[in-house]
C-alpha cells in the first residue's frame, strides 16, 4: 500500500514488461474471436514524468527514453516505442507521460475485446478511472487483484490474458501469494495466458517459485524472460526482472528472442547485463 508506481515509470522493468505484453496482446489479436485482459494491479494508469516523483529518481531516462534515443530496432521494439510515444511526446524527443499496462492495453484490444483491471489504493484506481475515460470495454474494480481472481474469473471471453504484476512490498512472501491467486485462476480460467512478473535482486527467493510452476499440474507450457543489468546478488538494489509466461502463445520463444537481447544491449548500465529465455516446462515435443 506504500508503493507508488509514479518513482519508476518508463524504468528498464517496464520497458520489458510492456514490450512483452504488446507482443502477448498481437497475439491474442491474430484470431478474430474475442479476448479478456486481465490486471491485478493495475495502478494509476498514466504517469506524469514530468512531475515530482519521476523527476527525484529519472529511471525513465535508462529506461524508455534510451529506447526513444535508438536508431534500427528491432521491429517489436519500435512497435513499443511508437505505442509509448502516441500518448504524449515532450519536446525534444522526450516523453511527457508514460502509460500503465490498462492504456496499452486499451490502444491494442478492439472493439469486441473486454478488460477486468483491479487496483486497491484509492487514489491510483481513483486517478485510473480517469485515464480510461469511461472507456466501455473497461471494468475497473477498487479491490484486491489477488482475490479478483476468484471472484471475477473466468470471464464471458474464453481467451485472454491475466496479467500480475505486484509490487513486491511482501518481498520473498509475495510469491505465496501470487501462488495461491494462480491456483484459483488455473482453476477457472485454465486456457489463459498468465504472465507473472517479478523482481530479480537474488536469485534464491525466485527458485522456488519456478519449481512450483514448473511441478504444476495444470500448465502444460511455461515460459520464462529475464532482463538483467547486474549480477543477481545484491538485495540492495534492482538487479533485474522477469516474466514467467504460462500458456504462452505458440512460438513465443522465438518471438522474444528476435528483441530481448537487443533490449538488454540498449539497456545495459554494466558489463553484467544479459537477457534469458527458458523454458521451465513444456510439452512440445
Not at 478474430?32 to 516523483?53: I, M, Q, S
Not at 529518481?57 to 529506447?67: A, C, P, W
Not at 504484476?165 to 505465496?176: N, R
Request: a negative charge; proline letters at 7%; charged letters at 20%.
Amino acid at each position: 500500500m506504500n508503493y507508488r508506481h509514479a518513482f519508476h515509470a518508463g524504468n528498464f522493468a517496464d520497458v520489458f514488461k510492456h514490450a512483452i505484453l504488446i507482443g502477448l496482446l498481437g497475439a491474442l489479436k491474430a484470431k478474430p474471436t474475442p479476448f479478456c485482459y486481465v490486471d491485478t494491479h493495475a495502478g494509476r494508469g498514466l504517469y506524469d514524468l514530468r512531475g515530482d516523483a519521476a523527476q527525484r529518481t529519472h529511471e525513465h531516462l535508462d529506461g524508455v527514453q534510451r529506447l526513444l534515443a535508438a536508431t534500427q530496432l528491432p521491429a517489436p521494439l519500435q512497435a513499443y516505442v511508437d505505442l509509448v510515444r502516441s500518448f504524449d511526446a515532450g519536446d525534444n524527443g522526450t516523453l511527457a507521460s508514460y502509460p500503465g499496462s490498462p492504456l496499452i492495453a486499451g490502444r491494442l484490444m478492439r472493439e469486441q475485446d473486454r478488460a477486468i483491471v483491479c487496483e486497491l489504493h484509492e487514489e491510483e484506481a481513483a486517478a485510473l478511472r480517469a485515464a480510461l475515460h469511461g472507456d466501455p470495454r473497461f471494468a475497473i474494480h477498487r479491490r484486491d487483484g489477488y482475490a479478483s481472481l476468484r471472484a471475477l474469473l473466468p470471464p464471458a471471453q474464453k481467451r485472454g490474458l491475466v496479467l500480475i504484476d505486484p509490487p513486491f512490498e511482501a518481498q520473498a512472501s509475495e510469491y505465496t501469494q501470487i501462488q495461491n491467486a494462480l491456483e484459483n485462476a488455473f482453476e477457472r480460467w485454465p486456457n489463459a495466458i498468465h504472465a507473472i512478473w517479478y523482481p530479480i535482486k537474488l536469485r534464491d527467493p525466485i527458485a522456488p517459485f519456478h519449481r512450483w510452476l514448473a511441478s504444476h499440474e495444470r500448465p502444460a507450457d511455461v515460459l520464462v524472460a529475464e532482463l538483467l543489468l547486474h549480477p543477481d546478488n545484491s538485495m540492495l538494489r534492482l538487479n533485474g526482472c522477469g516474466l514467467a509466461i504460462v500458456n504462452p502463445p505458440w512460438q513465443f520463444d522465438r518471438e522474444l528472442g528476435t528483441w530481448l537481447p537487443a533490449l538488454a544491449d540498449l539497456l545495459a548500465q554494466s558489463r553484467y547485463g544479459a537477457a534469458r529465455i527458458d523454458w521451465l516446462k513444456t510439452d512440445a515435443g
